[in-house]
């Protein structure tokens, strides 16, 4: 008898992404990956991005759901919800990845390999590991911010990876029970580096895999001032305990 296929579901926050979550689809449909689930899940997009995420779930009911959320309050609330709803629905996987196109589907199976194989916790989708990179087309300030936000975190918290800001992870399921998604208090892209504090401060290891970050090519960038100023504060706050106060 056969080990047992993980269940693996990807969860995809969206807000106004019409345009791009019906390729992503196909392109997430398309991985030879058993056992693959999608769960979008939807701030109440006036595009119409909740009714193309009903139309995937009734299409392919197998593959797809939808979580409907009535407000917009950020990228973490978004992302505890959708990982919540994938654990309770038995995922083994979990895998966290934007709507925007800029996420390569294609490093999906790699991915899961890695935490299959190893003694990994979590797999990040790693711009800054030999073999990654950032598209041609990114602008030089917004390399400079990533570059510098990357090394900010790393020296206030010493988590010994590459890219400590990336947005699209592989996680066991097991991992993320330990971490506690109840306690985090990050709304925004912060959200990443809460979660990889969390992973390390209850001895997961964190690999990394090279992949190639794409720019997004329809709609808008979510990266607001209040959200780079909450990833500025959030390394000092986990450092001194606030968060674990709780």
Request: aromatic share 6%.
């Amino acid at each position: 008898m056969g080990e047992r296929i993980p269940k693996v579901t990807v969860v995809v926050p969206t807000y106004n992404e019409r345009d791009n979550l019906p390729r992503l689809a196909g392109m997430l449909a398309a991985l030879e990956v058993p056992d693959l689930h999608v769960l979008v899940v939807d701030d109440n997009s006036p595009d119409g991005t909740g009714e193309v995420a009903d139309k995937l779930a009734a299409d392919s009911p197998e593959t797809f759901g939808v979580l409907h959320r009535t407000e917009k309050d950020g990228l973490g609330r978004a992302y505890v919800a959708g990982i919540t709803r994938a654990l309770e629905e038995g995922a083994d996987i979990v895998i966290q990845m934007d709507a925007d196109l800029s996420h390569p589907a294609e490093a999906i199976p790699r991915m899961v390999a890695e935490l299959s194989t190893s003694d990994a916790g979590v797999v990040l989708g790693s711009r800054y590991v030999p073999g990654g990179s950032v598209a041609g087309e990114w602008p030089w300030h917004r390399r400079a911010l990533s570059a510098w936000a990357n090394l900010y975190v790393n020296t206030i918290l010493r988590l010994r990876v590459k890219d400590a800001t990336a947005g699209f992870k592989a996680w066991r399921a097991e991992t993320l029970r330990k971490i506690d998604l109840s306690a985090i208090q990050s709304s925004g892209y912060a959200f990443q580096v809460e979660m990889n504090y969390r992973a390390v401060r209850c001895g997961t290891r964190i690999a990394e895999i090279p992949i190639r970050f794409d720019e997004r090519t329809e709609g808008e960038s979510k990266m607001s001032l209040g959200v780079q100023l909450e990833s500025a504060v959030l390394p000092w706050k986990l450092l001194f305990g606030i968060s674990r106060s709780r």
